[in-house]
């Protein structure tokens, strides 16, 4: 139908997107000039931009398995983002209250909740499976054994069945503990009279979807115990 074409073409545009951000944050050789310099930095803040998008659209559409891929795929350009501001302040000798800091340190956050939510969605008894996956069938071992168990059609395994509730609640835990870096530091930059605008509301929005994790997990950790 009309939505699933609709989907189907934003889900191929991301996908040009990525290729081109990638190229460009990628090739060294060319970029020598501040401008290509520039745009090469630009294109490192698009990419996990551009996999959070296709994350959440296929969580939309219930490609669970597919979702926790893009997420996971995001996590390392988050946290390298935030790495680097933690480097530029501190080579600056300086505490930073710059709302953007901030904004940094929360994506990283919000991409661990993700992949926990991501995960926790996934059907219960069968392996998270990135159905999406470009390579063979051939070469991944799990995924004929999966076939064997008859949990998957096909795709590359990510987390097995058995530790997909683990690897859930492993991301939930890292996401709450990040999030108390940001509560203090949020307490200091009201203490200082800095306005963190819009910034605020989104943290908001991220605790309360970490509560939501947290009630979700909790009968499945007794459950298993």
């Known amino acids: 139908n009309k939505d699933n074409n609709d989907i189907a073409l934003a889900l191929e545009m991301l996908s040009t997107s990525f290729s081109i951000f990638d190229w460009h944050s990628t090739d060294d050789k060319t970029k020598t000039t501040p401008d290509e310099k520039e745009g090469k930095q630009y294109s490192l803040t698009q990419i996990p931009r551009v996999l959070i998008t296709i994350g959440d659209i296929h969580s939309h559409c219930g490609k669970f398995g597919d979702a926790v891929d893009a997420y996971c795929r995001a996590l390392p350009y988050r946290e390298k983002a935030w790495e680097e501001r933690q480097q530029a302040n501190k080579a600056k000798g300086e505490e930073s209250f710059a709302v953007e800091d901030l904004k940094c340190q929360r994506l990283v956050v919000e991409t661990y909740a993700l992949i926990a939510e991501a995960l926790l969605a996934c059907k219960d008894g069968e392996d998270v499976v990135c159905a999406n996956d470009e390579e063979s069938e051939e070469k991944d071992t799990n995924v004929a054994t999966a076939k064997k168990r ?12 058995k530790d997909r ?9 890292t996401a709450r503990e990040k ?3 940001i509560v203090y530091q949020m307490g200091k930059m009201a203490s200082a009279k800095v306005n963190l605008g819009d910034e605020k ?4 929005y991220l605790v309360m979807m970490l509560v939501g994790i947290g009630n979700t997990l909790e009968p ?5 115990s």
């Open 150 to 161: 008859g949990n998957i059609k096909e795709g590359r395994v990510l987390v097995p069945a």
């Open 165 to 173: 509730i683990d690897f859930a609640e492993s991301h939930y835990a």
């Open 179 to 181: 999030l108390q870096d």
């Open 201 to 204: 509301k989104d943290i908001g």
């Open 220 to 224: 499945l950790k007794t459950k298993r």
